[in-house]
């Protein structure tokens, strides 16, 4: 099963790999820099329309980010769903994006920002794990769901509103300062790849376990 699985998806396994070796070799080819000025002017953009309001908004909306809404999800659906697949499915799904998330920061190893407006997490700053898991989490949760209704209307509703989202836990983490503009960026590129290599998976090998 594991060899028909990484047959399957290697490509997906090569792209997270070949990423984050380019990640990883921005400092000694010199491009480690020019990002980092880049950075500083998107903070330096966001400082411009800081202000109370807009702060509680986003101090909010990074909680659906956290941990504790994707458990309270698997739970539900553990307890009240006949079909354990889904909770199965969310639960290896999420572990495997909070995996990715903490294997690339240690490779990569990349400081916080200096300045934020929540107290900075003791882990390091590449990619946003918020982001990260959070489109693995929430992706995958469209998925399952999307092969439970029929109402296409509703389907294109749900899409609106999980991306709408992510967009803003995604910006959240830039506006409270605990995240580079490319921290997020590489969060949403693993995570993007990370939730179409499972939902494959789950396509391929346990679509009728939903049914």
Known sequence: MIKKVIKENWKYLLAIILFILL????KPLGFYGKILNMDYRVI???NNIIDSRLTA?????TLFGDWYLPIFIICITFLFLKNKSYSIILTINYLLGILLSVTTKLIISRPRPNYSIIPTPDNYSFPS???LTSIVFYGMLYYLISQTIKNEILKLTLFIFLTFLLILISFSRIYLGVHYFTDVLGGIILGSILVAQNINIVRKNYI???K
Do not use: S, Y
């Open 208 to 210: 009728n376990e939903l």
């Open 23 to 26: 990640v990883a070799l921005t």
């Open 44 to 46: 330096l953009a966001i």
């Open 129 to 131: 794990g918020h982001t």
């Open 57 to 61: 908004l986003f101090k909010f909306i």
